[in-house]
């Protein structure tokens, strides 16, 4: 258990909807990014937050937004799915924004139908 | 721009048969290279840093070492449990950001 949670566990949902995925770093982890991972593109950077700000962007579609709030957890939209959405969604926390080993935690499978 | 390529892609072992796996990276500015393992279905488990060439880590039956361009997974008398994808990440550049680079991963099965 690497102390990052994640929910839901599994998302069903239609093309077109907005689904919200959550993430809870580690205890004392002020940095929070956001990877996908399907199976063609591997792992993905997303985004990534430190103490509430925007720290760096990926490869994040316009249709995707992310936010972290005071106590630290931290949020995924994604609107107006698309077939091509349906990934693994995976958080990671670390203490600093740079350089610290990034702890993930188990994920959010994301099915768009 | 920063590149990981692991290699093989797939390997298949006999319990006790040790072999390497290989990460070789293009990235301005190694800011520190991670192996990960990870579980179908599941978060990357981290196993390892490594911070400049010349570095080893070891935990129990795995070894990481690295040079200027590439990074090995070494696994010594490897048992079923040790099947998993190996993930190979690293972090460059200037700036102060945690992006990192994964590469494909290494499927590594190990048969009794």
Known sequence: DSGVTQTPKHLITATGQRVTLRCSPRSGDLSVYWYQQSLDQGLQFLIQYYNGEERAKGNILERFSAQQFPDLHSELNLSSLELGDSALYFCASSPTPQADTQYFGPGTRLTVL | EDQVTQSPEALRLQEGESSSLNCSYTVS????????????????????????????????????????????????????????????????GSSNTGKLIFGQGTTLQVKP
């Open chain 2, 29 to 92: 500015g190694l800011r520190g290279l991670f192996w990960y393992r990870q579980d179908p279905g599941k978060g990357p488990e981290f196993l390892f840093t490594l911070y400049s060439a010349g570095e080893e880590k070891e935990k129990e039956r795995l070894k990481a070492t690295l040079t200027k361009k590439e990074s090995f997974l070494h696994i010594t008398a490897p048992k079923p449990e040790d099947s998993a994808t190996y993930l190979c990440a690293v972090l460059g």
